[in-house]
């Protein structure tokens, strides 16, 4: 069974500029514009904002 399209697979990426990334998905009709999460960054060794890339 395909997946959908209305719930895409996206990279969160670090914005402490470490190079770390998470991979979720995300639904488009609720969060249409990029996705912002805090989450732990451990080359950093603390929480950092993450943001979705395209």
Known sequence: ???STAR???TLRST???GVSYATRKNRRNDADRLVLRK???VAGR???FREER
């Open 47 to 49: 929480h950092v904002s």
């Open 40 to 42: 732990y960054d451990p």
């Open 16 to 18: 402490a500029g470490t």
């Open 1 to 3: 069974m395909a997946r």
């Open 8 to 10: 895409p697979v996206i």
